[in-house]
């Protein structure tokens, strides 16, 4: 048989031989060098197979001295929309949106978002899944579900974290709030924008952890592959000093104030003066840091970054000086009124004193003029070293940032002179607490404090801790408690600036503040709601567990009102209440034993009058004759000796003298006689229209005016308190 040379088998053979060597060739290559055109195959198998899920972190919380939540994460919702009509496999269960306008409609009655662009969102081509920046983030569990309850093919959501602030308006220019913020590589990131959130938001950020596996093209864990798992390492715990229940008393005290007479500013600072722990702090306007509704373009901690002209609480600590230095003497006599030094004179709020009266009755008026005398004795210089040794003119070192020093003025006589009585130098509220801890705690003064201590959640570590540091001692014990009693009797004397502030079971030590406030050209503002009203007071007096200083702004006082009212409100609720909280034991009261009234509806009028005097009860008689057909109040009423019972009988009315009766008892008579009363006040009558013993008819007004006890003892000169002033300090 011939051998036939087979052409095309060759040149096949020649092209298939030579592609199985140039393989084998490329084969033994990658083996040899581990990559293909330049790339590392083992990189790139592993970028393709190699899955990474992220582990997130929590914030650490902010909690109160008992532990009770501030601040914290709690569970979210992230809304995700695959728009790709690759993700559904069966037309009839859609695993996409397939409806952008219903979906779109359906979304945009749940979040903070139009329809509009949540149409052109959803209408993206290109994308497998969209997000919705922050209106899609932050939903909460109820939201979630009723969204899922629509059955919206396409919308997925994935558990997230929020920052959480379940206490509303809470100190929240202290604790300030946190956001979420889109970083470069399109993740989110909570950073803490302002107060404690803000200057530890290091401490508080947590590091997310990650779990790495390597999975197949689907996504599936491969068989005998390993899983790498890094924990997520939760942010640390801030402990404040604040005490969730006092806080609380105090911003419910300061809401209440602020809805009555619409400041223009409030602060309030509650502390323990042992410890210069800050247990409470409030400021007005404030804002919730859920919504940041309310939240103005004030970022600033009133309390330490602003500086105000102190008014007279100042005194308490001119008066400690002099006391410290021997040259106080409470029962010298000095000419009040007014006081000139060179071409300038200082006058008391009333302009023409009370005439000549001891200090003691100078320092429980709020004397300017006193304060001056005291100069003379104490001298400029060695006052001015007191005021620096109370720690005014400096920072107090507490543990937060941009806090204000102050500027105490010594440069001149008459800057010295002012000082004294809280016009011209400036210090921040801060620095009047950390002062008047030294007249609490038997002259050693502590620097206040708000970060109790800070943890590691995960090992309970204490990563810092605060201890109570002595801030120096400017006055000796025994001077402390001379000031205290002091402060007392401006409370409980007849003359007293503070006698509204008196608190119903526990004693009060304590200085009212009246400051001019400039204004902004060189000079001070005038007119009765142009003040800062203020008070910083103790309690109890004789050994104070709580020092409270509070500040009031531009009030807007009705005709009757006084700057103190708003002050003392917000002071007594939130101290009585504190003080009962922390169990501290209230005064003993002496019992005064009661009457009660007996039944006369029915019997002679006669008969009736001799049971009421009989029960040591003042019967008042409204009509002349018969039978007794109401009495006020009600048969078996406890009452105290000396009470009024009103009495309705038939005949003609005669008016009684309704001097020093309550509002109460005038309203009452008014609903029992039927006759035209017209009551202006409050407090107690202090002159009627229509005199004792004339026979009245129901149609004759009686106009009867009411007064405070304190606007009725200053009422002589019209001199309200120290704090109502109504003229500047000087001329």
Known sequence: MKFRFQWGAFLMFLFYGGLFFLLLSRIIFIQVTGEADGQALAAKAAAKYEREQIIN???????????????????SYRLVAVISPKATTNAKKPKHVNDVDKTADVLAKYLPISKEKLVE?????????????????????????????????????????????????????????????????????????????????????????????????????????????????????????????VQNFLEDAMSRVEEEYQPEKMLAIVADPKTGEILGMSQRPSFDPETREGLTTNWLNESIENTIEPGSTMKAFTVAAAIEEGKWEPNAWYKSGQYKMYDRIIRDHNRVGWGSITYLEGFQRSSNVAMAYLLERLGGETFVEYVKKFGFGEQTGID???????????????????????????????QIIQATTAIANDGIMMQPYVIDKVVNPLTKEVVSNHKAIEAGKPISAATAKQVRELLASTV????????????????????????????????????????????????????????????????????????????????????????????????????????????????????????????????????????VKEQFPASGTETLPGSLVMLKTNGPITIPDFTNWSKRHVLVYQVLSGLNIEVIGDG??????????????????????????EETNNNVQKETEEDEEQTPSED
Request: proline content about 6%; aromatic content about 8%; hydrophobic content about 30%.
């Open 57 to 75: 972190a929590s914030r650490g919380k902010i909690v109160d001295r008992n532990n009770e939540v501030i601040a914290e994460d709690t569970l």
């Open 400 to 430: 937060l940032p941009n806090e204000a020093s102050g500027k105490i003025i010594e440069d001149n006589p008459i800057s010295r002179l002012t000082t004294t009585y809280g016009q011209g130098s400036t210090v921040t509220p801060m």
């Open 121 to 245: 969102r959803l209408s993206k081509e290109g994308p497998y899944q969209v997000e919705f920046g922050s209106s899609g983030r932050d939903i909460s569990h109820k939201v979630m579900t009723e969204i899922s309850e629509q059955n919206l093919p396409g919308i997925v959501f994935v558990r997230d974290l929020k920052r959480f602030y379940p206490n509303g308006i809470f100190a929240s220019h202290l604790i300030g709030f946190a956001v979420k913020e889109e970083q470069e590589d399109l993740s989110f990131k909570t950073n803490g924008k302002m107060g404690i959130e803000s200057i530890y938001n290091k401490q508080l950020t947590g590091k997310n952890g990650k779990v790495q596996y390597d999975s197949d093209l689907w996504g599936y864990l491969l068989p005998n592959s390993e899983k790498m798992v890094t924990p997520a390492q939760d942010g640390y715990n801030i402990h404040v000093t604040l005490d969730k229940k």
């Open 492 to 627: 409980t004397s007849e003359n007293g600036t503070a006698k509204r502030f008196e608190l119903s079971d526990y004693s009060v030590a304590g200085k009212t503040g009246t400051a001019q406030q400039p204004d902004g050209k060189g000079n001070y503002l005038s007119g009765t709601n142009s003040y800062l009203y203020s008070f910083i007071g103790m309690a109890p007096a004789e050994d104070p567990q709580l020092v409270v200083y509070i500040a009031v702004s531009k009030p807007k006082l009705e005709v009757n009102e006084v700057g103190s009212m708003p002050v003392s409100e917000i002071f007594r609720s939130v101290t009585e209440n504190s003080l009962k909280y922390m169990n501290i034991k209230p005064e003993e009261v002496k019992s005064i034993p009661t009457v009660t009234v007996p039944e006369v509806k029915g019997k002679d009028v006669t008969v009736a009058q001799n049971q009421m005097v009989e029960q040591k009860i003042n019967p008042v008689l409204i009509g002349e004759t018969g039978k």
């Open 684 to 709: 107690y009558v202090v002159s009627q229209s229509v005199t004792k013993g004339t026979v009245s008819k129901e149609q004759t007004p009686i106009v009867i005016k009411l007064q405070t006890p």
